[in-house]
């Protein structure tokens, strides 16, 4: 199973981008639960600091793909440092507002510039595009990558709660900082794999040229996941609790995240004969398929078994996902047309943490599990509906 994996390390550079994008990451999982712990361990006001998150989330789905198209016409490492600096001005800010009680209003200013932070996924896999032949050894590095995403979900939420509780309530942001910072400077200083640009002079065939039907399939399905991703989290810590249980909280969800790791690994070695577009319209299917078997959970080793098996059908999803964008897209858009698609990840995930609460408030966690169910299905209804414009797509370069 490694050996393809082993294979891509030996290409010249993989080792440094690949290690810089991860560190780069990992604020993507610790921002808002910083943020949260902040704000509630100083004002104990939960429901502003659940605001002050949400803006931060909505600024990172705004400024991503404006961020990824300005590297698609300029250069990653020329137009990371701004970026950069924005996003350490937002943290220090927002840090400083909240510990000295400064107006409101500051802090969700500050959020707004905290949101700045480039996604690294989008463009450590734009590296890998740029470093590869057309072919399955890019479907390999996706799937690696995905599993990336996975360690960087199960690393920075306990990392994070750890520093903001263990040792002081700004802890968690500082090192979210310090690691978004330490390794988007890396990035932006490994300049031999950094993908061409299209260049300042030349005209950007503009947004509805990039946002074609195709891109739009993907990154809709891609909401309805995030959806699935958000409200799942907060409704299994609500029924642990609820039981009485809730250490299983965290035991369940890292077992959600293994799943999904062990699917990714062998989706990536696999040597597949089937074409990308349809791989990816069954994995949606099943997705949504894995995620309506909430619905019968009635305990907490029932709940264990189920997200093990709906977890072995993410990584699928978000590997055919990202590497049918290259297919659907103008040609010098990659970096901004996998942002799209993380940004309808981030959004998904907004809506379907924001949109838990109040269920579980008003009928019980046990049938709050009902928005993931739904929010699974629509992932699949979804990517049938607009497989016309999927089907056929990607097959020249990424099938095998």
Same mark, same amino acid.
């Given at each position: ?61 705004v400024f991503g793909p404006l961020s990824a198209r300005l590297m698609d016409r300029f250069g990653q490492a020329r137009i990371l440092r701004p970026f950069l600096l924005a996003f350490v001005v937002g943290v220090i800010g927002l840090i400083l507002a909240v510990r000295t009680g400064a107006p409101v209003w500051t802090w969700f200013l500050a959020a707004v510039f905290s949101g700045g932070l480039p996604q690294f996924g989008s463009l450590v896999r734009a590296r890998w595009v740029a470093v590869l032949p057309a072919g399955s ?104 609790? *609820? #039981? %009485? ?5 965290? @035991?369940? /969800?890292?077992?959600? =995240?293994?799943?999904? &790791?062990? +699917? ?10 089937? *074409? #990308? %577009? ?5 994995? @949606?299917? /099943?997705?949504?398929? =894995?995620?309506?078997? &909430?619905? +019968? ?25 990202? =590497? ?77």
């Open positions: 199973m490694f050996g393809p994996y082993a294979a891509l390390f030996r290409v010249e550079g993989s080792r440094q981008f690949s290690s810089a994008g991860f560190v780069a990451r990992l604020p993507i999982s610790m921002m808002g639960i910083g943020t949260v712990l902040l704000i509630s361990q100083t004002t104990g006001r939960y429901a502003l600091a659940g605001a002050v998150a949400g803006v931060i989330a909505l600024s990172a789905a050894a890019r479907q390999t590095a996706f799937a690696f990558e995905s599993v990336v995403d996975e360690l960087v979900f199960v690393a920075g939420p306990p990392l994070v709660t750890f520093l903001a509780i263990g040792v002081s309530p700004a802890a968690g942001l500082v090192a979210a900082m310090a690691f978004g910072l330490t390794g988007g400077l890396v990035l932006a200083a490994l300049r031999r794999t950094e993908p061409m640009v299209t260049g300042g002079g030349s005209e950007h065939p503009g947004f509805r040229a990039v946002m074609r039907p195709g891109l739009l399939v993907v990154s809709l399905t891609m909401l309805g996941a995030g959806a699935v991703f958000g409200s799942v989290e907060v409704t299994v810590i609500a029924y642990a609790e *609820e #039981l %009485a249980h809730p250490a299983w909280a965290g @035991a369940i /969800l890292a077992v959600y =995240a293994g799943g999904s &790791l062990i +699917a990714g690994l062998a989706y990536g070695a696999r040597r597949w004969r089937r *074409e #990308l %577009a349809p791989r990816f319209l069954l994995a @949606a299917v /099943l997705f949504g398929v =894995a995620a309506t078997m &909430l619905l +019968a959970v009635d305990s907490l080793p029932m709940l264990a078994m189920v997200m093990f098996v709906s977890g072995l059908t993410i990584s699928p999803v978000l590997i055919g996902g990202t =590497a049918l964008i290259e297919s659907l897209i103008p040609s010098g858009t990659l970096t901004e047309g996998l942002a799209w698609v993380s940004t309808g990840l981030i959004l998904g995930v907004t809506v379907g943490a924001a949109l838990s609460g109040p269920i579980i408030d008003s009928f019980g966690a046990q049938r709050a599990f009902v928005l993931p169910a739904m929010a699974g299905l629509s992932t699949g209804v979804i990517a049938l509906a607009g497989s016309r414009w999927l089907v056929g797509r990607g097959s020249a370069m990424l099938a095998r």
